[in-house]
């Protein structure tokens, strides 16, 4: 199918702008040419005239064409060009019409006139380089200087010597190329820029210094005279169609006084170049004059050479200066770049791996000293109910407010850093004794159970639990004083919240069973030796089969085996049980009879890192029916944003999700309205509870408010089935059913 008309339309006008330049240029060097071979007088003179006019109006084509951002400089340009093509016409007029062939002429004020409209337009696309950029300024300077040296000695002076010359005359011819001098200048600042790198930047480059040779040329020759300019009018014309050029290029655009540099600017290589030519410029004059055998006044190169001196020194204490800021400022960004690495950004505390170095320090100088450090393991309580009830941002506003705490409550020299999550450990060294640690500890409790105003005008309340380990001999390393500390922690909350638990050289047993459950989980997994233990799921309606829930367990070399609900207390702060529940999800479902519900148990920890999701995704891919799998996830393990998050992604994906220990005392009604959920798991308490039956029907029915079916769980009795189905509970699994078909894998 062809192009529509409005996309050739489209195409034809890219054409247009990405060729009107050098068709100008073509165009204009056939007329240059042609203009040559035209009579001398009026009619020679009409193409030279309207080259300026021309050039004017390709200009304006160029900023309708391109509509740079800030076209006011080019305006300029073009009026400036235009005043140059009235000079044009007048000086024509006064020499065709009139046969005057002095100098200077009424045409040479109105072309004088014509140079700071041109320097103006060139000085607004660099107005905010010459507020800024001191470097800039310098180089241009140096090149106003050189230069201006080099009209002078070898120009200036010699016309001005000219006694057949009126002063009024040497005046005006040596300002043309003074004047194209300072346009170059102006332009030397665009050359570092982004626009200095462009075909528009160098055409107009081009432009200026075929204009200041022409006014070279003809100041130098001799021939501002009307009668007697013609072979340089060529020049003149292809300085004029160069510039109007520039304003059609497409790269004009990238010229915009907004956007210069930051006052900071390096040495190029060819900066470097133009300053050598700037200092190596006395001596080619010298070398010129003697040459020549000309006279030589050596005070102008004196004071030009002691200007440029100055300004190249100036320039090199400017480059210095610069090195150092740039070196200073790389510093800066190290060391920043090294406390971002090593501090928690939401805290200001030290990170994990930071902390981790400190202790290791610490402990050094415990061991050299005959010392004693102390670990303070911390756990907020409570933390997850403030980010379930309140959102993720008062979760990270408390935070910050409980490291602030822990920072203000800590003795002097003492060290706080953030673990992750909200874990935090204090470093305290010295210590005398346990009493010290426990003392701090004490005093960390009770300015962490304060209440917590909320930017938000709300009030938020968190504790501690908080587990203490004292380096007991010269051999703890920091790996073995933190799982100390985590221990006694652990023992903390499970004694209770707001608890301090010192770590026991008796508890020494139970550590070491946790390093060698992680490194019987590390090695079953290596090997592929983790075991599935399957529990038979009952639709309680009917007594029938209606699935199997999964549960992975570990043997160890000693023939020690863990089943997953002793796993979960020995692999707490690690992802050694997300990695068993992994190898379920992604081989242990595999081979599963095709018929009801796969239920495998996950931990929030798992869902809150998100890889849930592949793995779920690799059962899927390797045929297992979405429908048929239910994760279990623990209710105290629902709150956090990245947690919901999973749960979503997982539920799009046809997967169900069951909560866990519904009906506990501290479940709120509100946290349920917003975890996406199909099923939920009975709390085992209510069974037995006084006043079982009413409050098991209670919490059945809001469960089914809520659109979720309800498992139930811990079923050992006909009896208990009964009252269960009769409360309307639909799945059930227990004792009860041990006998149906099952087994291990």
Not at 6 to 32: F, K, N, P, Q, Y
Not at 116 to 131: A, C, D, K, M, Q
Not at 332 to 349: E, I
Not at 364 to 377: D, E, P, S, T, Y
């Amino acid at each position: 199918m062809g192009d529509t008309p409005s996309g050739g339309v489209t195409a034809a006008a890219g054409g247009v702008r990405s060729r009107a330049w050098w068709l100008l240029l073509a165009v204009g060097a056939a007329g240059i040419v042609l203009s040559r071979l035209l009579p001398d007088g009026v009619p020679r003179s009409i193409p030279f005239q309207l080259s300026g006019l021309i050039s004017a109006a390709a200009i304006v084509a160029g900023i309708r064409l391109h509509r740079p951002a800030h076209p006011l400089p080019w305006y300029l340009m073009a009026s400036g060009l235009l005043i140059w093509s009235v000079a044009d016409t007048v000086g024509a007029i006064d020499s065709d019409l009139f046969g005057y062939e002095g100098f200077p002429t009424p045409a040479d004020g109105i072309y004088l006139v014509g140079y700071p409209v041109v320097g103006l337009g060139l000085l607004l696309l660099n107005r905010h380089r010459w507020r800024t950029g001191l470097a800039g300024r310098l180089d241009s300077a140096i090149l106003i200087v050189a230069l201006g040296m080099l009209t002078w000695v070898l120009l200036a002076q010699p016309t001005l010597a000219t006694m057949d010359v009126s002063t009024a005359a040497a005046v005006v011819s040596v300002a043309y190329p003074v004047l194209d001098v300072v346009l170059a200048a102006v332009l030397v600042r665009l050359a570092p820029t982004p626009w200095g790198r462009t075909p528009s930047f160098w055409l107009l480059v081009t432009a200026v210094v075929v204009l200041l040779l022409a006014d070279v040329l003809a100041a130098a020759l001799g021939q501002l005279t009307w009668a007697s300019s013609d072979p340089i009018e060529g020049v003149w014309m292809a300085s004029n169609l160069i510039w109007a050029a520039a304003a059609l290029h497409p790269s004009m655009v990238a010229a915009s006084p907004a956007s210069g540099e930051s006052g900071r600017r390096s040495f190029s290589r060819g900066g470097l170049a133009a300053l050598a030519v700037a200092l190596a410029t006395p001596g080619a004059i010298l070398a010129a004059k003697a040459l020549t055998e000309q006279p030589i006044d050596v005070w102008p190169i004196v004071v030009g050479s002691t200007l440029i001196c100055a300004l190249v020194m100036t320039r090199i204490g400017v480059a210095v200066r610069q090195l150092e800021q740039a070196q200073a400022e790389q510093e800066q960004a190290r060391r920043a770049l090294a406390h971002q690495a090593a501090h928690d950004p939401l805290t200001g505390l030290p990170n994990r791996a930071q902390g981790m170095v400190v202790l290791r320090a610490a402990l050094n100088r415990a061991r050299r000293a005959g010392a004693m450090v102390g670990l303070l393991f911390i756990d907020l309580d409570g933390f997850k109910q403030v980010n379930d009830t309140l959102g993720h941002a008062a979760g990270d506003e408390v935070l910050a407010v409980a490291g602030g705490r822990m920072q203000q409550a800590v003795r002097g020299g003492d060290t706080v850093a953030r673990l992750g999550g909200d874990e935090f450990v204090v470093l305290l060294e010295p210590v005398a004794n346990e009493v010290d640690a426990v003392r701090v500890a004490e005093r960390l409790v009770a300015d962490l159970a304060e209440p917590i105003q909320l930017s938000t005008g709300r009030e938020a309340r968190i504790g501690a639990s908080i587990g203490v380990a004292i380096n007991s001999d010269a051999a703890v390393d920091p790996d073995r004083l933190l799982q100390e500390a985590d221990h006694a922690v652990f023992r903390a909350k499970a004694g209770g919240r707001g608890r301090v638990e010192v770590f026991a050289p008796s508890l020494r047993a139970e550590v070491e069973r946790r390093a060698a459950v992680e490194a019987a989980i590390v090695a079953a997994l290596r090997r592929g030796a983790a075991t599935v233990e399957v529990s038979p799921i009952v639709d309680l309606r009917t007594s029938l089969p209606a699935g199997r829930l999964l549960e992975v367990a570990v043997t160890g070399p000693g023939g020690e085996s863990w089943p997953r609900h002793e796993l979960v207390p020995l692999t707490r702060g690690t992802d050694k049980l997300c990695d068993l529940d992994s190898w379920v999800l992604r081989t242990g479902v595999l081979g599963q009879p095709d018929d009801g519900w796969l239920v495998v148990p996950v931990t929030g920890r798992h869902l809150a890192q998100g890889t849930i999701v592949a793995d779920v995704t690799a059962a899927l891919e390797a045929g297992l029916e979405a429908e048929r799998l239910m994760l279990l996830v623990p209710t105290d393990e629902l709150g956090g944003v990245r947690v919901l998050d999973t749960l979503k992604q997982l539920r799009l994906l046809g997967v169900r999700i069951c909560a866990d220990s519904f009906g506990a005392d501290d479940s709120g009604t509100d946290r349920w309205a917003r975890v996406p959920l199909d099923y939920v798991q009975l709390d085992r308490r209510l069974l037995s509870a006084a006043g079982g039956g009413l409050l098991l029907r209670l919490t059945v029915e809001t469960a089914n408010a809520f659109g979720y079916g309800v498992v139930a769980p811990g079923i050992a009795t006909e009896a208990d089935a009964d009252v269960l189905a009769a409360a309307g509970c639909e799945l059930g699994l227990g004792p009860l059913y041990a006998d149906l078909p099952a087994g291990r894998r």
